[in-house]
T-cell receptor
């Protein structure tokens, strides 16, 4: 089946620095990718929708200048957490949709996640 | 407001036993419902996806059911194994909306003990 990869799988950074997380669809093209964050024992919360070749669409309450998203190709989206602070420590997960020809018929594949710890 | 409620919140069973997880939703207009398994510290992995016309779908020891009239779904796990210990998430999508805006349940944490 389709696979979505993320890199790195975990990262520790100092407060004030920036961290880039990559999300790749390995065997399919994804015009749209999604970025989520997940706090312990909570469900995934959509942060933004990454559209290839255009600006990302951010959910309410998500700072677009802090969480920079770039979707430069059909297989790669990146999330950069700028000027990271301890409260940004979380599990970040990307996903991509593999369209199967019908609006109701698609599969959404998730990456393995990136654990970010800001000290 | 679109909502997905899962029950129970957590469940402990003995290895080899069966269990059933529940998902009730109010998402409208309904497009599809998916069950995911999420191991601790990992991304969710798809188990089943069902559209309006489907009322049951199996994936090995996992069987999902859907009642679109009552807006309920269940995930039945047979002959549980220790590796089934994980969080099981029900995700419901509405038609004509951003796929990423699917409504996520809070998940059921399943622990299988030897």
């Amino acid at each position: 089946g389709a696979v979505v990869s993320q890199h790195p799988s975990w990262v520790i950074c100092k407060s004030g620095t920036s961290v880039k997380i990559e999300c790749r669809s390995l065997d399919f093209q994804a015009t749209t990718m999604f970025w989520y964050r997940q706090f312990p024992k909570q469900s995934l919360m959509l942060m933004a929708t990454s559209n290839e070749g255009s600006k990302a669409t951010y959910e309410q309450g998500v700072e677009k200048d802090k969480f920079l998203i770039n979707h430069a190709s059909l297989t790669l989206s990146t999330l950069t957490v700028t000027s990271a602070h301890p409260e940004d420590s979380s599990f970040y997960i990307c996903s991509a949709r593999d369209f199967m020809g019908h609006e109701s018929s698609y599969e959404q594949y998730f990456g393995p996640g990136t654990r970010l710890t800001v000290t | 407001k679109n909502q997905v409620e899962q029950s129970p919140q957590s469940l402990i069973i003995l290895e080899g036993k069966n269990c059933t997880l529940q998902c009730n939703y109010t998402v409208s207009p309904f497009s599809n419902l998916r069950w995911y398994k999420q191991d601790t510290g990992r991304g969710p992995v798809s188990l089943t996806i069902m559209t309006f016309s489907e009322n049951t779908k199996s994936n090995g020891r996992y069987t999902a059911t859907l009642d679109a009239d009552t807006k309920q779904s269940s995930l039945h796990i047979t002959a549980s194994q220790l590796s089934d210990s994980a969080s099981y998430i029900c995700v419901v999508s509405a038609m004509n909306t951003n796929a990423g805006k699917s409504t996520f349940g809070d998940g059921t944490t399943l622990t299988v003990k030897p």
